[in-house]
């Protein structure tokens, strides 16, 4: 640009470089930075985590979401994630098996619930779902979520899987499914307590939580990854994750801990 | 390959051909008039056909998504119509393949009618030819490779459709599970063989089709009757 001369260009380079000086000089000397490859239906928990984490230790995290497969087919073909906080036990255990994730590193940081979440009243129970006014129910793709697996456990668990079976409309993630019904496409759905207690209070709708027994535990394990075997960040915020501030916030948001 | 495959296959072809006749019959005569009016709309109105070309499929899927719920006006009037939701049904794939394909169909269209001059059609009103005589008669044979072309990227763009169905499909077997979903399931459950034999065959599809058209593009000579 023309109006810029040689002389302010070179006072303009002083200038960043004095503000860069000063931005490391403030950063603790060990901080570091890991990429978080966070399971969809966690993200919520992930945004009220990382700022005390971040605080407490001066490390930064970059956080990527995802469906469960769709996570772990990036870091299959060299994504570069530090940790992998999966929905399923499942899939962190494939890591291990290919080389790609520490075998010891794996623990179960949050247990899911499932719930029927519905805009009303009426439509938000294990009854709606055979009454013939409820057209589209809405869960989690047993083919690669984690939640829908366990839904489809639940639907069996019931005796409901024949009967509701054409009015089964799947989204891709929990996320999804939860958009479908929250747009009130699908009359009801059939999502993880988490997503419902993330929005505000007042515009939570109406649920019924299915009780745990209904299906096999939604253990969900966290695992550092090969990559960052040596990733100062990544080892503090597994660190944090299993203590006990964090697992308050975990169960705040609808899992339990075990 | 087992059997659900072909299903979706064959749903995915049954989309592309619906999608493409419903644009042949909407889209001519937008096609028509946006290649002889003098109108200042008209670039506006291009633009607004070219913006499914440019605008990522999340922002389309997402505005159906709101506009086929049971309690927006359009989703509402197709309960009453139907008795089913628009949204999850075949009928909404197609709503959503209209749109996302149309610049396909118009574009090329509007260039083969613009490429016919005014001066062949002003010689058949001279003749006494009434507008709609004289667009079948001298028009239209004239664009046939216009319409073939417009055909072909119609149908070969759904085919390849993948985030607007995704995000208003639901996934439902014979209804919404179309090729390219079935794809990424495949890939979602780690079953990376059937992933692999599904696209080989719609890359094959696709390629045949492509092949086929600039096949007749090439030798295809116009007969005006």
Same mark, same amino acid.
């Given at each position: 640009? !023309?109006?810029?001369? /040689?002389? +302010?260009?070179?006072?303009? +380079?002083?200038?960043?470089? %004095?503000?860069?000086?000063?931005?490391?000089?403030?950063? /603790? *000397?060990?901080?570091?930075?890991?990429?978080?490859?966070?399971?969809?239906?966690? +993200? /919520?928990?992930?945004? $009220?985590? =990382?700022?005390?984490? =971040?605080?407490?230790?001066?490390?930064?995290?970059?956080? @990527?979401?995802? !469906? #469960?497969?769709?996570?772990?087919?990036?870091?299959?073909?060299?994504? /570069?994630f530090d940790v992998f906080l999966s929905a399923d036990m499942a899939h962190p255990e494939r890591l291990i098996d290919k080389d790609?994730?520490?075998?010891? @590193?794996?623990?179960?940081?949050?247990? %899911?619930?499932? #719930?029927?979440?519905?805009?009303?009243?009426?439509?938000? !129970?294990? =009854? *709606?779902?055979?009454?013939?006014?409820t057209r589209k129910i809405a869960m989690a793709t047993p083919a690669g979520a984690p939640y829908g697996v366990a839904a489809e456990e639940v639907l069996a668990h019931y005796g409901l899987t024949d009967a509701v079976a054409p009015k089964l409309v799947l989204g891709e993630s929990i996320g999804q499914a939860f958009a479908f019904a929250h747009t009130g496409n699908a009359d009801l759905g059939i999502v993880s307590l988490s997503l419902v207690l993330q929005l505000p209070e007042g515009e939570q709708g109406h649920r019924w939580d299915i009780p745990a027994s209904a299906h096999t535990p939604i253990a969900q394990g966290?695992?550092?990854? @090969?990559?960052?075997?040596?990733?100062?960040? $990544?080892? *503090?915020?597994?660190?944090?994750?299993? !203590? =006990?501030?964090?697992?308050q916030i975990i169960r705040q948001y609808g899992f339990e801990t075990p | 390959m087992s059997l659900p495959d072909l299903a979706a296959l064959w749903l995915t072809i049954r989309l592309a051909a619906v999608t493409t006749i419903v644009l042949l019959i909407f889209g001519t005569p937008l096609a028509w008039w946006l290649s002889q009016t003098k109108s200042r709309v008209k670039p506006v109105l291009e633009a607004v056909v070219a913006l499914p070309l440019v605008l990522p499929p999340t922002v389309l899927g997402f505005y159906l998504l709101?506009?086929?719920?049971?309690?927006?006006? &359009?989703?509402?009037?197709?309960? &009453?119509?139907?008795?089913?939701? &628009?949204?999850?049904?075949?009928?909404? &794939?197609?709503?959503?393949?209209?749109i996302y394909s149309l610049p396909f169909m118009i574009q090329p269209l509007q260039t083969a009618f613009e490429a016919t001059g005014r001066s062949a059609m002003e010689a058949a009103a001279s003749l006494r030819a009434g507008p709609l005589d004289a667009f079948f008669t001298i028009a239209a044979p004239l664009a046939t490779r216009g319409f073939l072309t417009a055909s072909v990227l119609s149908f070969a763009h759904t085919l390849g459709e993948f985030g607007v169905v995704l995000m208003i499909g639901g996934n439902i077997p014979d209804r919404t599970r179309v090729v390219s979903i079935e794809i990424y399931e495949h890939v979602e459950t780690l079953n990376y063989s059937d992933a692999n034999s599904l696209s080989i065959i719609l890359i094959s599809v696709s390629f045949i089709v492509l092949t086929a058209v600039y096949i007749f593009n090439r030798k295809q000579a116009v007969h005006v009757g």
């Amino acid at each position: 640009m !023309s109006w810029i001369t /040689p002389h +302010k260009s070179l006072d303009h +380079k002083w200038f960043v470089a %004095g503000v860069l000086a000063l931005v490391c000089a403030t950063m /603790p *000397a060990s901080a570091e930075r890991a990429n978080i490859a966070v399971a969809s239906n966690f +993200k /919520p928990v992930m945004e $009220a985590i =990382e700022p005390m984490f =971040e605080a407490s230790t001066g490390h930064d995290l970059v956080i @990527s979401s995802g !469906s #469960t497969a769709k996570l772990y087919s990036q870091v299959r073909f060299g994504a /570069p994630f530090d940790v992998f906080l999966s929905a399923d036990m499942a899939h962190p255990e494939r890591l291990i098996d290919k080389d790609l994730a520490i075998a010891n @590193s794996m623990f179960t940081y949050a247990v %899911g619930r499932l #719930t029927i979440w519905s805009w009303s009243e009426t439509t938000s !129970s294990l =009854e *709606a779902m055979t009454n013939p006014a409820t057209r589209k129910i809405a869960m989690a793709t047993p083919a690669g979520a984690p939640y829908g697996v366990a839904a489809e456990e639940v639907l069996a668990h019931y005796g409901l899987t024949d009967a509701v079976a054409p009015k089964l409309v799947l989204g891709e993630s929990i996320g999804q499914a939860f958009a479908f019904a929250h747009t009130g496409n699908a009359d009801l759905g059939i999502v993880s307590l988490s997503l419902v207690l993330q929005l505000p209070e007042g515009e939570q709708g109406h649920r019924w939580d299915i009780p745990a027994s209904a299906h096999t535990p939604i253990a969900q394990g966290a695992i550092l990854l @090969s990559r960052g075997a040596d990733n100062d960040a $990544a080892l *503090a915020f597994l660190a944090f994750l299993a !203590s =006990e501030d964090a697992r308050q916030i975990i169960r705040q948001y609808g899992f339990e801990t075990p | 390959m087992s059997l659900p495959d072909l299903a979706a296959l064959w749903l995915t072809i049954r989309l592309a051909a619906v999608t493409t006749i419903v644009l042949l019959i909407f889209g001519t005569p937008l096609a028509w008039w946006l290649s002889q009016t003098k109108s200042r709309v008209k670039p506006v109105l291009e633009a607004v056909v070219a913006l499914p070309l440019v605008l990522p499929p999340t922002v389309l899927g997402f505005y159906l998504l709101v506009a086929m719920a049971p309690d927006a006006p &359009l989703g509402r009037a197709w309960i &009453l119509a139907t008795g089913d939701t &628009l949204s999850f049904s075949f009928a909404g &794939l197609v709503v959503g393949s209209v749109i996302y394909s149309l610049p396909f169909m118009i574009q090329p269209l509007q260039t083969a009618f613009e490429a016919t001059g005014r001066s062949a059609m002003e010689a058949a009103a001279s003749l006494r030819a009434g507008p709609l005589d004289a667009f079948f008669t001298i028009a239209a044979p004239l664009a046939t490779r216009g319409f073939l072309t417009a055909s072909v990227l119609s149908f070969a763009h759904t085919l390849g459709e993948f985030g607007v169905v995704l995000m208003i499909g639901g996934n439902i077997p014979d209804r919404t599970r179309v090729v390219s979903i079935e794809i990424y399931e495949h890939v979602e459950t780690l079953n990376y063989s059937d992933a692999n034999s599904l696209s080989i065959i719609l890359i094959s599809v696709s390629f045949i089709v492509l092949t086929a058209v600039y096949i007749f593009n090439r030798k295809q000579a116009v007969h005006v009757g």
